[in-house]
Nanobody, 122 residues
Framework: VQLMESGGGSVQAGGSLRLSCKDT????????MGWFRQAPGKAREGVAL????????LYSGAAKGRFTISRDKAKNTMYLQMNSLSPEDTAMYYC????????????????WGQGTQVSVSS
């Protein structure tokens, strides 16, 4: 399993980005996938989770209403559409995957990508 994020970059406040996370080495059917982020000097935090068999999504308070998580199993790819970005969204964004149903705690997630940087200027 190798998760590879892409789609990060620099954008002005109010702009949008779409992040992608692709499983490049296998056709694993993860039950759960999620996006986490880590801002400079801060702990990594959960942003959005998607539970495929349950057809359920969860969002952090900061993401709710602005971000949308989705998944295309045929392409082994998960997405995070981010709208109305603010400088507070500046962080390294990581995708994670699991064959179980972990929640916001990070340790239960078995697989992680290397991250993609998102920078939002005011």
């Amino acid at each position: 399993v190798q998760l590879m994020e892409s789609g990060g970059g620099s954008v002005q406040a109010g702009g949008s980005l779409r992040l992608s996370c692709k499983d490049t080495e296998s056709a694993s059917s993860f039950y759960s996938m999620g996006w986490f982020r880590q801002a400079p000097g801060k702990a990594r935090e959960g942003v959005a989770l998607i539970y495929d068999p349950l057809d359920m999504t969860l969002y952090s308070g900061a993401a709710k209403g602005r971000f949308t998580i989705s998944r295309d199993k045929a392409k082994n790819t998960m997405y995070l559409q981010m709208n109305s970005l603010s400088p507070e969204d500046t962080a390294m964004y990581y995708c994670a995957a699991s064959l179980r149903f972990p929640g916001w705690a990070q340790s239960p997630w078995e697989y992680w990508g290397q991250g993609t940087q998102v920078s939002v200027s005011s």
